[in-house]
């Protein structure tokens, strides 16, 4: 019998996205600004996988964030592994659409999500249906907005399922990322959805904590490169946190 793994949809929370799903800007579109994020996925403390996240500001006013995750897990009798690739359009603080393709220890998913003047049309694994809202996914890159007053939905991101969770800003805290110490904000995530988030004073995410079938995870933030469109590049990439 396998042994159950924690569930990646909630790991696969920040990453970059290779051909294809890091795709160019649809015609008429620039990209002004990228900044690529790396972290390390843990598992009880023990390294399990790689998540990274390339965010694209476009001229347009939209934000791609093109994402991959690929997680293994060595047992006595198995080896599970999983991979995640996405993408998700965004405008300011509200969510456009979203295209996410998962292979789960051998299950395939695939999840669109298309915003429209009654909500959201979503399409999960052949099956359509419509959504009032989706505020976010659980590819938690940036901070929740709080200037609402009722509970979040979050969309699963590899299998379209929606979750209600009550988000509260607790304490800030400072976090060691490589040499440096971040002042960051701290959110707790409480109902379907419980996790616990910090961001930087960017609006990046730079550390998660959960608890997924079971096994305490933990994202940490890595690396952060900025990067420019090569027709405006006047100076190499920056590097931070290493």
Same mark, same amino acid.
């Given at each position: 019998?396998?042994?159950?793994?924690?569930?990646?949809?909630?790991?696969?929370?920040?990453?970059?996205?290779?051909?294809?799903?890091?795709?160019?800007?649809?015609?008429?579109?620039?990209?002004?600004?990228?900044?690529?994020?790396?972290?390390?996925?843990?598992?009880?403390?023990?390294?399990?996988?790689?998540?990274?996240?390339?965010?694209?500001?476009?001229?347009?006013?939209?934000?791609?964030?093109?994402?991959?995750?690929?997680?293994?897990?060595?047992?006595?009798?198995?080896?599970?592994?999983?991979?995640?690739?996405?993408?998700?359009?965004?405008?300011? +603080?509200?969510?456009?659409? /979203? $295209?996410?393709?998962? *292979?789960?220890?051998?299950?395939?998913?695939? =999840?669109? @999500? %298309?915003?429209?003047?009654?909500?959201?049309?979503?399409?999960?694994?052949?099956?359509?249906?419509?959504?009032?809202?989706?505020?976010?996914?659980?590819?938690?890159?940036?901070?929740?907005?709080?200037?609402?007053?009722?509970?979040?939905?979050?969309?699963?991101?590899?299998?379209?399922?929606?979750?209600?969770?009550?988000?509260?800003?607790?304490?800030?805290?400072?976090?060691?990322?490589?040499?440096?110490?971040?002042?960051?904000?701290?959110?707790?995530?409480?109902?379907?959805?419980?996790?616990?988030?910090?961001?930087?004073?960017?609006?990046?995410?730079?550390?998660?904590?959960?608890? +997924?079938?079971?096994?305490? /995870? $933990?994202?940490?933030? *890595?690396?952060?490169?900025?990067?420019?469109? =090569?027709? @405006? %590049?006047?100076?190499?990439?920056?590097?931070?946190?290493?």
């Amino acid at each position: 019998m396998k042994a159950r793994s924690p569930r990646a949809s909630t790991i696969a929370v920040c990453c970059l996205t290779l051909a294809g799903w890091g795709a160019s800007p649809a015609r008429g579109q620039t990209v002004v600004t990228e900044e690529l994020r790396e972290f390390d996925i843990l598992v009880k403390d023990k390294p399990a996988g790689k998540n990274t996240i390339r965010i694209s500001d476009l001229d347009d006013g939209t934000t791609r964030v093109a994402t991959e995750v690929d997680v293994k897990l060595n047992y006595l009798v198995y080896v599970y592994r999983y991979e995640f690739r996405g993408r998700e359009t965004w405008r300011g +603080e509200r969510l456009l659409s /979203t $295209e996410n393709h998962a *292979t789960d220890d051998g299950k395939t998913f695939e =999840v669109r @999500a %298309q915003s429209d003047a009654g909500g959201f049309r979503v399409q999960a694994n052949g099956r359509s249906r419509a959504e009032p809202i989706i505020d976010m996914t659980t590819n938690y890159w940036r901070a929740p907005d709080l200037k609402q007053d009722r509970g979040f939905a979050f969309m699963n991101a590899d299998r379209g399922t929606i979750h209600r969770a009550k988000v509260e800003r607790l304490a800030p805290e400072s976090l060691a990322l490589g040499p440096r110490s971040v002042a960051c904000s701290h959110y707790r995530f409480s109902g379907d959805v419980q996790a616990e988030l910090w961001f930087d004073g960017q609006n990046r995410i730079v550390r998660q904590k959960s608890i +997924e079938d079971g096994y305490p /995870t $933990e994202l940490r933030l *890595t690396r952060v490169t900025r990067e420019t469109p =090569v027709t @405006a %590049q006047r100076s190499p990439p920056r590097s931070s946190l290493r």
